[in-house]
């Protein structure tokens, strides 16, 4: 990676998720996450960038990669179906009985 290059907006949230995770994990205060996410709008290059996560472990599963979130999202489209059929049935009951 070349340091002096110019970070993009992806590599600034990209960054940012990282924080979130390590303070998820625990390694970062509220205060710091809120310092250091600061920082990586002002920053420039991308080693600027690699500074601000210089002293934290590498992640192994970045986010998305995981069973969770999927599983995640399938139970809330089962809990939209199951709405949207609730919602279905009761209108017809309802058209039916006036």
């Known amino acids: 990676m070349d340091v002096e290059l110019r970070a993009s907006d992806d590599d600034r949230n990209r960054v940012v998720a990282e924080l979130h995770r390590h303070t998820a994990a625990g390694r970062l ?26 002293d934290l472990p590498a992640l192994s599963d970045p986010p998305g990669d ?22 279905l049935l009761l ?8």
Not at 33 to 52: E, K, M
């Open 91 to 98: 209108g017809g009951f309802l058209a039916i009985t006036r």
């Open 66 to 87: 995981g069973d969770t979130v999927g599983h995640g999202r399938r139970e809330l489209l089962m809990l939209f179906a199951a709405a949207a059929l609730t919602l």
């Open 29 to 54: 205060t509220l205060d710091e996450f809120s310092d250091r996410a600061g920082a990586v709008w002002t920053a420039r290059t991308l080693g600027d960038l690699a500074a601000l996560t210089r």
